[in-house]
């Protein structure tokens, strides 16, 4: 037979028991809803500010591109394309101890992405460093066989060694 003097104690206890379950918000790995909330628009602002600094970049605006992959780079150290449009950039202006290290950088974080590994082989060729730019170009074509620009690149270099070779240059 059910006590009812017993109720307001197993009402406490079920009060206790469901405030430990949902104490402060916390997800099933640690953190808190609004800390989620907090990296998804951190995510979000560093995509925005990414995709300007594409504009910048784009438009030949250099010095404004640069200023926007850097400051991506002060909030997440670990962003990779910014580290790629640097990369690309001091490229194009012949700065290309920066530009390795940004490209070399990149790689190291998404070694998977297709693009990052030909834009790293473009540097090395601009270096004139052959046997990594194919090297790179090739990785580029094993990760992604569609990949026109490695495909074009891969096969710049190696018509400008058959030239090369042929002349005796």
Not at 75 to 84: M, Q, R, S, V
């Amino acid at each position: 037979m059910f006590n009812f003097r017993q109720l307001p104690w197993i009402l406490v206890c079920i009060f206790l028991f469901a405030g430990c379950a949902t104490q402060s918000g916390k997800n099933k790995m640690g953190s808190t809803s609004s800390d989620t909330k907090e990296r998804a628009q951190t995510r979000y602002d560093l995509e925005t500010m990414y995709q300007l600094g594409r504009k910048y970049q784009d438009e030949a605006r250099f010095t404004e591109a640069i200023t926007t992959y850097e400051n991506i780079l002060s909030i997440d150290p670990n962003y990779a394309e910014a580290h790629n449009g640097l990369g690309v950039i001091y490229s194009i202006q012949g700065k290309f101890e920066p530009a390795l290290q940004h490209l070399q950088r990149a790689v190291a974080l998404a070694p998977l992405a297709s693009h990052l590994r030909n834009n790293l082989g473009y540097t090395y060729f601009l270096l004139g460093r052959k046997p990594e730019a194919i090297s790179e170009f090739e990785q580029a074509l094993r990760l992604d066989p569609g990949n026109e620009k490695a495909r074009a690149n891969i096969a710049a270099i190696r018509n400008k060694t058959d030239m090369t070779d042929a002349t005796g240059e």
